[in-house]
């Protein structure tokens, strides 16, 4: 997706900072990012949004950190002081949330010891967290908490048992009567089922504007929507992606699995289907194929619905369409306007200074979720 | 644990290896371990235990391996090919099932990209699987599932909000009146709440005794168990280790939530405590503490009780502790027929050629599961 459709936004999203600021004073007033190992000091991030790394390798020749002036065109180039330690800081502050990178060591690609990995561009990479001024609505709180339930589900179709994570909000156990509507919410590519919760925070997002009273708990279903093995060695690429594996899983498989063995309500007015940039696209092709099972779409960084696509759609009760503003914001502006003149409840949100990358989803998530199941 | 009193075994443990075996000629008949990132080749095991690694570093100087030849004493040296790629074979065989390790790039310590992380030693480790002959118990299979359900339990005594993930059997959504016996069980020093289902495939070996009917379904709960904060820049190490904070927040806080959250049964009868290396000594602590709690204790790599410390104690159902053939299984061996003597229900078991490392420890969880709640 991001290859065909979002390559310029796909630099962008991985250079991660706001130029120029080259000039501007570092700030000492470092902390060890949140994303950290346990115990571990580095990297580290200031009030800015300066990183700083620091990495050991007494005999290395070079260490490039894949950050701070435009991912794989540039990157951090670390210097090695007297102790053999490989320091550096980015050359301006980066863009507010999360962001992936790697380091390569003389030649090879590596995760940075100091922090924790994230399974983003079909592998597990380090990860970075730069404080955000509204970084409260994904915190971890002393708020009730949902659980994040692994389930294993039977698919004939692939012949396995699939991994699913599925949120299920405060006061599900002791609800015992009580049924729930269901977000199906779709990864990027490169990603996988674990992304949502570990780099997007959809669990702490949800039970707090659950506490905060600004939503009305529902379920949320996450699952691998790559089926057709395009990562290394899977001999593929987004060029030869096929929906069908997947729309298979999803519909056939996943969802019946889901309304057996959870108090869900399963009919269209209280199922929704999103997804980010990969997942966007599809969700918007199941949701067309599929016209009676959701009744909510959403697309985070994901393109668009024209009027043409939703022709007769009566029974679509939102649409809403994110994008980063250093993205292609304007498209989603336009298609909500032209939406809306078709009559169909349709809402674009804009994430004002970020790209392609988890905080538009993030704060994406947190601006369509009191939208749905109306 | 390891540190005080399992120096000699933690040396057998990092090893890995059956010596002599360096003689042995090599099959090749390598394939990508089970534990690798998906897609990649690298590392492979073949079918008498060796495991083969291939690291990209092209201006490195020194890839070694710390696995192969002793760990940190040793480990495997890699040697770089014309596409300055290091490739390297371990010596030996290398003992069935799971081992935690490292890759030393010119002094710097960093993970193999080709494998998925575990927490060990304190750290993010790179991990590798040895098939084993005995793997299919602890196998994904097309059986009924159960859930690991990650859960965020109020801790005011930490403070925070703690995780812990709870398995429940198949058939626990499903038949809402039924209640559950729970097993609260711990990892082994440096590691935490996650190694008893990534390492151990706990959930999966629950899965596949449940479909055999060789148990009744149970509850297992798992958390972190060092609480008191031993890990790199957390200012301890075993040797200030106080069972206290995680006495309080498990007998104070995890059980009551659980207790308050699922179906479970709550009585002494119905509740066993389990654990590995360090989270044994811990079993053994918390058991002594508090008499009326759990029935049912299990040291797995992680002591032994004699008569004398359950003196009095008629409410014990059983005593279950196990070990490593290379670890020092005289130890559980007596102590099973001491307690004997004395009255008690004892059981011992030792893992033939393994050490102090997770087959032993899955292989523990199997044969102890069948004897709990009875």
């Given amino acids: ?59 290395a020749q070079s260490v490039v950190v894949s950050l701070g002036l435009g991912g794989q065109r540039g990157g951090t180039v670390l210097e090695k002081d007297a102790e053999g330690v490989w320091t550096g800081t980015t ?23 100091g922090t924790l990995n994230y399974y983003g561009s079909t592998r597990w990479e380090s990860g970075i967290e730069i404080p955000a001024r509204d970084q409260d609505f994904y915190a971890l709180r002393n708020v009730p908490h949902g659980n994040v339930v692994q389930i294993l589900f039977p698919s004939p179709s692939t012949g396995t048992s699939r991994r699913a994570f599925v949120y299920t909000p405060p006061g599900y156990d002791a609800n015992q009567s009580k049924r729930y509507p269901v977000l199906y919410l779709q990864h990027g590519w490169g990603e996988d089922e674990t992304a949502w919760s570990n780099q997007g925070h959809a669990n702490l997002i949800m039970d707090n504007m659950i506490a905060e ?66 997942g966007g696209m599809e969700t918007k092709t199941i949701s067309l194929h599929n016209p009676g099972v959701f009744a909510y779409y959403g697309l985070l960084s994901g393109g668009t619905y024209s009027p043409e696509d939703l022709q007769g759609r009566s029974q679509v009760k939102l649409v809403f369409m994110s994008s980063g503003s250093k993205e292609r914001p304007e498209g989603v502006i336009n298609a909500e306007k032209a939406l809306k003149e078709a009559g169909f409840n349709a809402v674009s949100y804009v994430s004002e200074g970020t790209a392609h990358e988890f905080q538009t989803w993030r704060r994406s998530l947190y601006r369509m979720a009191p939208l749905l199941f109306k």
């Fill in 213 to 278: 009273g600004k939503i009305q708990p529902f379920m949320i279903v996450m699952t691998y929507g790559m089926t057709n093995d395009i990562r290394p060695g899977g001999g593929g690429g987004m060029r030869n992606f096929q929906i069908d594996p997947f729309e298979t899983v999803l519909l056939k498989e996943l969802i019946p699995y889901v309304d057996a063995n959870f108090r869900t309500l399963t009919d269209i007015n209280n199922r929704a289907m999103a997804g980010l940039s990969m």
């Fill in 1 to 59: 997706m991001k290859k065909l459709f979002f390559t310029s936004l796909l630099l962008v999203g991985l250079s991660g900072t706001m130029c120029p600021a080259q000039t501007a004073a570092v700030i000492e007033d470092f902390k060890p990012s949140t994303k950290n190992q346990p115990g571990r000091d580095y990297p580290m991030v200031n009030s800015q949004g300066y990183a700083r790394f620091r990495i050991a390798a007494p005999e």
């Fill in 91 to 113: 050359a301006g502050p980066m863009d507010e949330g999360f962001h992936y990178y790697h380091v390569t060591i003389d030649g090879g690609v590596f995760n940075d010891p």
